[in-house]
């Protein structure tokens, strides 16, 4: 699990960086302050993911970072489950989440965004067309 520092002792404005090469990860964040951008980057070419918030998560919202805008996954709030699986697919095998902070509105109060992923390698079309292929005609060979 990777914790980042808390909003109280750090940073409080600006980006975060964190860069990520785990198939599978958790992220907790308490007192969020700013903005922290996840560059998952795993050792896969193609993949798919998926991120799991969980439940009571407060204080920051969670986007995917597409071509030339976010993508909002989650917002306390938003009327969707929190259990719901957010997935998403990977741009030139790496993705990026920007998580940030909503305004506080007291202090006192320990807000906390936590979520999980999980990615897993894409299968390329064009590679499962060839298997098939190959298979029908390996059966079709055959005495």
Not at 8 to 20: A, E, K, S
Not at 77 to 105: I, M, N, W
């Amino acid at each position: 699990m990777l914790r980042v520092e808390s909003g109280l002792q750090g940073v409080t404005r600006g980006v975060q960086p964190l860069y990520l090469r785990c198939t599978q990860g958790h992220i907790k964040w308490h007192y969020p302050r700013g903005a922290l951008r996840a560059l998952l980057r795993p050792p896969l070419s193609k993949f798919q993911g998926c991120v799991r918030i969980t439940a009571n998560s407060t204080g920051a919202r969670l986007y995917l970072e597409g071509e030339k805008r976010l993508f909002p996954l989650y917002k306390a709030g938003d009327g969707k489950p929190e259990d719901l699986h957010r997935c998403f697919t990977s741009r030139r095998g790496q993705v990026a989440l920007y998580v940030e902070a909503d305004p506080p509105l007291d202090i006192l109060k320990k807000d906390t965004i936590e979520f999980s992923y999980d990615l897993v390698p894409q299968k390329n079309l064009a590679d499962d067309l060839e298997g098939e292929l190959q298979s029908v005609l390996f059966n079709f060979s055959l005495p």
